[in-house]
């Protein structure tokens, strides 16, 4: 089984980013299911979210930065998100198998930052761009994106090198912190959830 990546060429940039959010959450299920392919399922996903995010960054923040829809800011933290979903996702590609903890832990924690990112982006993102950008330079963008997006799931952009080499240059452009750093931060968040959970027990 495949599944078949819809690829709009043109629209307004609001709507064609809310569909791929759905189609996200689709993609995101299916990885879930246990009656379902789920090889095929993560790898469309896996190339879904390269495409999106790589098309937003170049054809999109900018933009919207220029027409002051967003602030610089928020492009980067809009960047900064990507990087962490990038780290989710390699980890997530690079589980083998697909009926293992491993494959559904790492699902969860891509999930996760996926969601948590679709919703601020639609929130601090979208809806500026809604009420702030016209209908003419949306539907623009919404060819640029489109392009860059088609292009990038035709050539086929998400193998675990291509997400490794995506994760380096995150690293590189400071979009995400080394990962001696990173590895502290989980360390001091699994403390301190520990502790959290050690308090409720008392409670
Ligand atoms: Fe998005
Ligand atoms: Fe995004």
Known sequence: MTY???????????????????????????????????????????????AHAEAEEAEVYP?????????????????????EITEALLAFVEATGTDTQKYEDALE???????????????????PARDEVSDSVRHDVGVAWATM???????GCASRDQ?????????KEGAIPPPAVRERQEAIEEDAKKRADALAEDA
């Open 163 to 171: 997400v490794a080499a995506l994760l380096r240059k995150a690293e």
């Open 4 to 50: 078949d990546i819809p690829r709009p060429t043109g629209g307004d940039i609001v709507e064609l980013i809310l569909d791929d959010h759905r189609l996200f959450e689709d993609l995101l299920r299916e990885c879930r299911r246990d009656d379902r392919d789920r090889a095929a399922a993560r790898e469309a996903l896996a190339e879904l979210l390269v």
């Open 109 to 127: 924690k891509l999930a996760k930052v996926v969601n948590h990112h679709s919703c601020e982006e639609e929130l601090t993102i979208l809806n």
């Open 63 to 83: 933009k919207l930065h220029s027409k002051r829809a967003i602030t610089a800011h928020e492009e980067e933290h809009g960047e900064e998100e990507h990087a």
């Open 149 to 155: 997006r088609n292009t990038l799931l035709e050539n």
